[in-house]
């Protein structure tokens, strides 16, 4: 078993504190959502979990079953078994998705090139990438397994892609690098119900016991079709409260500003 663990982190953008003191754990094989109103700094959350450079932790730790991964580049934790689905995917022109998935594959699952030392000759024979034979098997089965449209292969990342197929293809992404833990911003956010459905189904294809979910939203619409184990309120850059589903449902009926009222800065001790 995998865990992914947040100690009293703490993050800034531009000397302006937006984690103020995160405490969360996830295990694998579990589905944990985080809901929050918009700028309650769940997005920074994910991007730091990630290793965006833009944002500075000041304090806390993050740790992927007991080792800290705050020096790690962002490939590294890839490669070290995180995914962070963005709640906006960016379109790569000239970018084939295969191309990109076959780099991307090859890069986690470490493919080197092949030395040329036995020949007498310096320099490598081939490339660092994944056999071609062996990467279009795997892309294929994995397409028809998640009900990709094989032209999807041929397509440049993204580009002139709807909301539904950018979701899909990050839940091939998913599917093809095979992540110990994968966070999800707000990946449901602006999709219509078919593209909510792909999103979902994907999600509970990938849903193994070895590996966990962290469904970051601020809607209870996604949790009706992914079913969290627990679900977290983060306000004001910190987790406020954690139980069972319940937590999404009252959310739904009573919305934020309770939550306001009891953990913002102005609210009175009990």
Same mark, same amino acid.
């Given at each position: 078993? @995998?865990?992914?663990?947040?100690? &009293? /982190?703490?993050?800034?953008? *531009?000397? $302006?504190?937006? %984690? ?101 000759? @310096?320099?490598?024979?081939?490339? &660092? /990438?994944?056999?071609?034979? *062996?990467? $279009?098997?795997? %892309? ?131």
């Amino acid at each position: 078993m @995998s865990v992914l663990e947040i100690r &009293n /982190l703490h993050a800034s953008v *531009e000397d $302006r504190e937006i %984690l103020k003191g995160v405490n969360l754990t996830l295990r694998s094989g579990e589905i944990h959502a985080l809901m929050g109103p918009n700028g309650s700094g769940k997005s920074t959350l994910a991007y730091v979990i990630a290793g965006h450079p833009h944002y500075e932790v000041t304090e806390g730790d993050i740790l992927l079953d007991g080792e800290s991964i705050l020096e790690m580049e962002a490939d590294e934790r890839t490669k070290a078994g995180l995914f962070l689905a963005f709640q906006y995917p960016v379109a790569v022109p000239g970018v084939s998705v295969a191309n990109f998935l076959r780099t991307a594959v090859s890069n986690v699952r470490g493919y080197t090139a092949q030395p040329l030392e036995a020949e007498g000759r @310096s320099g490598v024979i081939g490339s &660092n /990438l994944m056999p071609m034979r *062996e990467f $279009r098997k795997e %892309l294929n089965e994995k397409m028809k397994e998640f009900n990709v449209d094989p032209s999807f292969a041929r397509r440049y990342l993204n580009d002139g892609f709807s909301g539904g197929e950018k979701k899909r293809t990050e839940v091939l992404q998913m599917a093809m690098l095979e992540p110990k833990f994968a966070i999800m911003d707000e990946s449901d956010s602006g999709l219509d119900i078919d593209a909510l459905r792909v999103v979902a189904d994907g999600i509970n294809k990938l849903a193994t016991p070895d590996r966990g979910f962290l469904l970051i939203t601020h809607y209870q619409r996604l949790l009706n079709y992914v079913k969290p184990h627990y679900v977290s309120i983060f306000y004001d850059g910190r987790v406020v409260m954690t139980g069972g589903p319940e937590v999404a449902h009252m959310l739904e009926e009573k919305g934020y500003g309770w939550v306001e009222r009891e953990f913002g800065a102005e609210a009175v001790p009990a």
